[in-house]
């Protein structure tokens, strides 16, 4: 009789194993998403924006956490980056990027 793998225990420790690992990935996603909702929410924003500035600011934290790995900055930091562009928004973030690109291109 074959055994099926989602009764090994080997399956679930190593999937234990690998949720620790993102932990930090996911509470950042998904404090983003939620400040950013209700920050749409709070500004009498639609349905679709709330939806769309969520999804924006979670995977805009998602695409920062790699960054902070690479500054030598702790996992941890990852929530306060998450909560940071909930916070911020789409608008303010992309502003501050062509800030910054518009910086790094003029050798400043």
């Known amino acids: 009789m074959r055994k099926m793998p989602e009764k090994s225990p080997d399956v679930w420790a190593a ?3 690998w949720l620790s690992v993102i932990a930090p990935h996911l509470y950042a996603f998904a404090l ?8 749409v929410i709070y500004g ?3 349905k679709r924006q709330m939806v769309l500035e969520g999804a924006l600011c979670g995977l805009a ?9 690479w500054l030598g900055l702790p996992q941890n930091m990852a929530t306060f980056a998450g909560g940071a562009v909930g916070f ?3 608008e303010k973030l992309r502003d501050l990027a ?4 518009e910086r790094k291109a003029a050798g400043q």
């Open 15 to 17: 999937a234990l194993a």
């Open 32 to 39: 983003s998403v939620t400040i950013a909702v209700l920050r």
């Open 44 to 46: 009498g924003g639609t």
């Open 61 to 69: 934290t998602l695409t920062l956490v790699p960054l902070l790995e």
């Open 88 to 90: 911020l928004g789409t």
């Open 98 to 101: 062509v800030k910054f690109g």
